[in-house]
């Protein structure tokens, strides 16, 4: 993956559903390969990545959203 940290927010957001559509895809066709784990790594790197825009915006603006996955793979976030 390229260097996340230089990537625009919105190119980040992109690659992000990107990564859960096609993760998506791999789990409902329960295609469990060093694909399906590449790609929940990448959607768990570009999370981070936001999350820490989010964190960092917070001090400034307020509270932000928070995605992660839970320990059942299902995406999820909280406000």
Known sequence: MKDIHNLETTVLVDMLAKYTEEYT??????????????????????QGEINSRIARSDNISGPGIDMKFNVDNEYSTAI
């Open 25 to 46: 895809k791999m789990l409902s066709n329960k295609e469990y390969s060093e694909a399906f784990d590449a790609c929940k790594l990448e959607i768990y790197l570009l």
